[in-house]
């Protein structure tokens, strides 16, 4: 009896091991990313009074926000050093509110007062590949290059109002704006398991229009077949 309970607990730690190994890399499998992550170095939360109201006097509004981000990511290996993805990131924007007199030195002077209410926030959808480079045939940390292109949505609202100031400039709104975008930058895994680990990354992106930006991001990933 007690060697019929040895060999079961030897074979169950067997299989516990298998289970908690790291695979070799192969294609033909799948895999779905939570990410996370804070951008910097570019105007995302923003509201244009031109893209409201056209005729109104052109004013960049800014709206104050941590730019943080969070989205899904799915991924398709080709082969054991090639991953296509395709992502969606939805970019937390801010509202900004305030009023403020400003003092026109003309015949007569004059004071202008200005009220604006302002919110924006972005999502982005893109596709791109990950090209990983495996220490080892098994390695538990594989570093890896990434890069893509898609496009980003920014969505808001803007009210906006001037007192003394030139006819016409009181009205209120909501917008959309469309970006293409490309990003590339190197990312580390970290595979807990078989199917389970973590990543970061550092990605820097280049929009047309708005200015270009970096992310700084993480997330965990669950591999399958």
């Avoid at 030897?10 to 298998?18: A, K, N, P, Q, V």
């Avoid at 305030?98 to 015949?107: K, S």
């Avoid at 890896?144 to 007192?163: E, F, K, N, V």
């Avoid at 469309?178 to 199917?195: C, I, K, N, Q, T």
Wanted: some cysteine.
């Amino acid at each position: 009896m007690r060697a019929v309970a040895l060999v079961a607990l030897l074979t169950y730690g067997c299989g516990l091991g298998r289970g908690q190994s790291v695979p070799v890399l192969r294609g033909g499998e799948l895999e779905a990313t939570v990410i996370g992550g804070f951008n910097f170095g570019g105007i995302l939360s923003s509201v244009s009074t031109t893209a409201v109201n056209t005729g109104a006097i052109p004013l960049e509004v800014v709206s104050p926000s941590s730019n943080g981000s969070i989205g899904l990511q799915f991924g398709a290996s080709l082969s054991r050093r090639l991953v296509f993805t395709a992502e969606w990131d939805y970019i937390a924007g801010g509202r900004i509110e305030y009023t403020q007199d400003y003092y026109l030195a003309q015949l007569p002077p004059t004071t202008l007062r200005i009220s604006v209410d302002a919110h924006a926030s972005t999502m982005e959808f893109s596709g791109g590949a990950q090209v990983l480079f495996p220490l080892k045939k098994t390695a538990r940390i594989i570093p890896y290059l990434c890069g893509g292109a898609g496009a980003l949505r920014s969505a808001g609202d803007l009210t906006y109002a001037s007192i003394g100031g030139a006819p016409g400039q009181n009205f209120s709104g909501r917008f959309r704006t469309y970006h293409s975008v490309v990003d590339a930058g190197p990312g580390l895994r970290y595979y807990f398991s078989e199917h389970v680990g973590f990543r970061v990354e550092g990605r820097y992106y280049n929009a047309r229009v708005l200015r270009t930006f970096g992310r700084v991001g993480f997330g965990v990933f669950f591999r399958f077949r």
